[in-house]
């Protein structure tokens, strides 16, 4: 009665919800498409024929030669005075978009889960944990529906023969690096609670393998989990270097746009910043202790319990997301804006250039804008659900009420006498499972996620900003 209760009810209807509306309401295509946005249009051929002191060709011979080679390109200078008409964006001129389709359907899915995740606290809220929060599963999709969003974003760098291929190979293997570095931290100084939670873990399952008789495969199984946990690090740094090095690009263009707006320009510093507030929450020196132990004369000042910054450090979280979620629009406008920049440097260079290479320089920005979109909103939406998943999996609270117990899975007994071979190696497997998958590790794990992802963001952003800041010509 538990799978056909309440919650199924509210996915079914957010699922058909979810269908029904896409075409109608967009959260999506709200943030895109609302006329808040403009974007540049690319010159006329007409136009750029008539600055280019040409007539426009007459003749049937002269439209259509019979030989393709006879076509020759148009010139123009490239300090010809044209000037670039912008437009709002609307849903229409969105179709055409390289992955709007993908854009739309991840970002409202995000939208339904988190609305999916706000009815079944309130739920549990009132009435007490009863069941299991199917609301897990839905960040669960949330996050493999980012981690493939990831994927085929960076696939379109890997298809081309170009730079940015050797640019991720480059930033895997440093942050495989790094991912290896942070694992060997003291949980004193940096505290994700792997070693508390592989320790968990493998207490666990000590005696499931003493009885088959596989004691030796604790410290195999976790030697693999550090390694796993750290491949995961370097592909999710891949994944997140592009996207760090176009908001440093945004950032910089949106500051420049907001010169005379300061506290917009005070959102999107924080904003910024905000993957260096996400470190500064793990750091136990300078903030658990700070906190929960401040120095005061000459016995310490408990302004927080453990708990209360456990709560607090998840609203940090929610509230940066929220933040960042804020302003994206004064990021996405910025880089319509880089349109016009391009153009700009394309006169300060002498000689012609093609009226195509005019109108591609303006029209390659605009059908972009869905990819810069996805780059600068599923990092948010990654870390927004990891955060969702380490309050619901790591039995925490949000300081509303009191905090769920940890429990611990009970040991595994032996399988009945009438069982056959499949069942019994099904029962093991099974009971391996919750063993290893304790409270204390889900807490760690998702700490981790959380923690690199801010980790991989503030490092590529601030390599963006030095590489568009000095090497950069656009």
Not at 105 to 111: L, Y
Request: one cysteine or more.
């Amino acid at each position: 009665m538990a799978v056909l209760g309440v919650q199924l009810v509210v996915t079914l209807f957010t699922a058909t919800l979810m269908h029904r509306l896409a075409p109608h309401c967009s959260f999506a295509r709200w943030l895109l498409c609302s006329g808040s946005l403009f974007r540049y249009k690319h010159p006329s051929e007409e136009e750029l024929r008539a600055l280019a002191g040409k007539q426009r060709p007459r003749g049937r011979r002269e439209r259509w030669p019979n030989i393709p080679g006879d076509e020759k390109p148009l010139l123009v200078p490239r300090d010809a005075p044209f000037q670039l008409e912008t437009c709002p964006l609307t849903p229409v001129d969105a179709l055409v978009l390289c992955f709007f389709l993908e854009y739309q359907w991840f970002v409202d899915f995000a939208v339904y889960a988190g609305g999916v995740y706000l009815f079944t606290e309130a739920y549990f809220y009132l009435l007490g944990p009863r069941e299991a929060n199917i609301a897990v599963f839905w960040c669960l999709l949330a996050v493999a529906f980012s981690i493939k969003v990831f994927v085929t974003v960076t696939r379109m760098y890997f298809s081309v023969q170009g730079g940015e291929r050797a640019v991720c190979c480059t930033f895997a293997f440093l942050f495989l690096l790094l991912a290896m570095l942070v694992q060997v931290v003291q949980d004193d100084v940096l505290e994700l609670g792997l070693g508390p939670g592989l320790a968990s873990g493998t207490r666990n399952l000590e005696p499931l393998l003493k009885q088959q008789g596989w004691d030796w495969m604790l410290p195999v199984a976790t030697l693999t989990i550090r390694v796993g946990l750290a491949v995961v690090g370097s592909v999710l740094g891949a994944f997140l270097t592009f996207p760090g090095l176009r908001l440093a690009q945004t950032h910089r263009d949106a500051l420049t746009m907001a010169e005379n707006r300061p506290l917009l320009q005070f959102f999107l510093h924080t904003s910024f910043l905000s993957p260096l507030f996400v470190l500064w929450l793990w750091t136990k020196p300078i903030a658990r202790d700070f906190l929960c132990q401040a120095p005061s004369g000459t016995s310490p000042l408990g302004l927080l319990s453990d708990s209360a910054f456990d709560s607090l450090r998840l609203w940090v979280l929610v509230a940066l997301c929220l933040l960042r979620l804020a302003v994206t629009r004064p990021h996405l406008q910025a880089y319509l804006c880089l349109a016009k920049a391009r153009v700009e440097q394309l006169r300060k260079e002498a000689g012609h250039v093609e009226a195509r290479e005019i109108q591609q320089r303006v029209v390659r920005v605009y059908c972009y804008v869905a990819v810069v979109s996805l780059q600068y909103l599923t990092p948010l939406i990654l870390t927004l659900n990891c955060t969702l998943l380490l309050k619901w999996l790591g039995c925490y609270s949000w300081g509303l009420g009191p905090a769920p117990p940890l429990l611990v899975a009970p040991s595994s007994a032996g399988a009945g006498l009438g069982e056959d071979e499949a069942q019994r190696a099904a029962a093991g497997i099974a009971a391996a499972l919750r063993g290893l998958a304790t409270p204390l590790l889900l807490r760690g794990v998702l700490a981790f996620l959380i923690w690199w992802t801010a980790a991989c963001q503030l490092v590529s952003s601030l390599f963006g900003l030095y590489f568009h800041q000095h090497l950069a010509v656009c």
